[in-house]
Every structure is written in C-alpha cells, then in structure tokens.
C-alpha cells in the first residue's frame, strides 16, 4: 500500500495555537476565536473571513448573560 500523504512540516496535525508560526502576539478577530472554540483549537479559519459569524456569535453570548442576569433578578424578586 503506498500514500501518498507528504506533511512537510511536523508541525501540521497539532493544534493551531501551537504551531510556532501562529499569532506572533498578533490580534486576532472573532471570526478566529469563534473558530478556535469551535474546533478545539485546530482550525482558526473555518468561519471564514467574513467578520459578521464572529460578532453574531459574540452578541449571542452577551445575549444570552444578559438574560440570565434579569431572569435571575426577576426570579430572586418572586421568593
């Protein structure tokens, strides 16, 4: 049986933050952090490159806190 699978650098299957020549202490977007979470860290462009997958899933996240803070405010009121 032959592959014919070359890796050209054996940094290649590990994860994307570990990879020496990610980041370099550069920002990344939230498209990129999303991606991150998503994929346990092994794809940073999977959302692609458009900003507005990033910012969706941030404003659910803040959404979703802000809820539960007035859903245990009001609760809290009731007892």
């Known amino acids: 049986m032959k592959t014919d699978f070359d890796y050209p650098k054996k940094d290649l299957i590990g994860l994307v933050v570990f990879r020496p020549d990610f980041n370099n202490f550069e920002i990344i977007n939230a498209n990129q ?30 959404a979703i806190g802000v809820t539960g803070i007035i859903w245990a405010i009001y609760f809290s009121q009731l007892g």
């Open 33 to 62: 952090a999303w991606s991150l979470f998503f994929t346990v860290g092994q794809d940073d462009k999977r959302l692609g490159q458009e900003i507005e997958f990033g910012r969706f899933f941030t404003n659910l996240l803040i």
